[in-house]
């Protein structure tokens, strides 16, 4: 019996300091860090509205730092492996975004690129083949949108 309530005694003191240490993940989302005043995104549809939807997330209409934001977005579907008949059999899709950030305090504009990439396989059934590229081309965008939210949350917390 005593080294059972010794046991949940030492798990009790041990979580309290575990969760007293002040240890912070390091993509934790800080609120009232940026907000977005214009958001343009030029390019596929699609690929706009929810890479748009993903930066509005960290967006915060309280914050000091106010940004006009500028993404062009330019999809590739490129050949990749062809069987002995020509056919093709495997494409690579690649998703490229510039983004060009602007603060709207001083001006000060910031550039960068982004760039993903990835395969799927043709099917024999049409419809297979599609929902092969759509599948990766909602994970290339899920990554890039990554990226950017990630490259502006770091930038403008440690500018």
């Given amino acids: ?14 979580s ?16 009232k860090l940026i907000y977005f005043k214009n958001i343009n995104i030029v390019g596929e549809q699609r690929v706009s509205y929810l890479i748009k939807n993903n930066l ?9 730092n106010k940004y ?9 579907k490129n ?16 998703l490229k975004a510039n983004l060009e950030l602007t603060n709207l305090a001083d001006n000060n504009e910031l550039q960068k ?4 990439t990835a395969d799927f396989n043709v099917e024999n059934i049409h419809s297979d083949t599609i929902s092969n590229q759509n599948r990766v081309t909602k994970n ?8 950017i939210t990630n490259f502006i949350s ?3 917390r440690y500018k």
């Fill in 1 to 14: 019996m005593k080294k059972k309530i010794k046991n949940i005694l030492s798990v009790t003191i041990l």
């Fill in 16 to 31: 309290l300091f575990v969760f007293s240490c002040g240890f912070k993940p390091i993509n934790q989302r800080d609120n």
């Fill in 56 to 64: 509005l997330l960290i967006s915060d209409n309280d914050s000091e």
């Fill in 68 to 76: 006009n934001v500028l993404v062009t977005i330019t999809k590739d």
């Fill in 79 to 94: 050949s990749k492996i062809k069987n002995t008949a020509g056919r093709v059999t495997r494409y690579t899709l690649s």
């Fill in 113 to 116: 690129t982004f760039v993903r």
């Fill in 140 to 147: 290339l965008v899920q990554q890039l949108s990554d990226d």
């Fill in 154 to 156: 770091l930038s403008t």
